[in-house]
């Protein structure tokens, strides 16, 4: 059974840092493309950042281009988003999904992807 753990989340000062990471297990982790998507209270569920199978295409929404880095790791089967230059706009749950397309995991609706993992909170602080 193909799972999706996400940990690393959080409490951190306006302008800090942090790093999530999602660990996959189960599967075939190359078949994957990966993503990462957040929802914060009252809002709805927004893409953030994915990247492809090989790990050389990234894709980041413009709210946090320049700010998030996503890269994934193919030995160990993990992606990481490091968040740097946070703030309180970035208060979210952060969830991590998997599809076997790039496209759709990027531009399709989000609640019709294959795996999500269960979320972990970023909470910043002013």
């Known amino acids: 059974q193909v799972q999706l753990v996400e940990s690393g989340g959080g409490l951190v000062q306006t302008g800090g840092s942090l790093t999530l990471s999602c660990a996959f297990s189960?599967?075939?982790?190359?078949?994957?493309?990966i993503g990462w998507f957040r929802q914060a209270p009252g809002k709805e569920r927004e893409f953030v950042a994915a990247v492809d199978w090989s790990g050389d295409t990234a894709y980041y929404a413009d709210s946090v281009k320049g700010r998030f880095t996503i890269s994934r790791d193919n030995v160990k089967n993990t992606v990481s988003l490091q968040m740097n230059s946070l703030n309180v706009e970035d208060a979210a749950g952060y969830y991590c999904a998997a599809d076997t397309s790039t496209i759709r995991l990027v531009g399709g609706p989000s609640a019709n992807l294959e795996l999500w993992g269960q979320g972990t909170l970023v909470t910043v602080s002013s």
């Open positions: 189960g599967g075939t982790f190359g078949d994957y493309a």
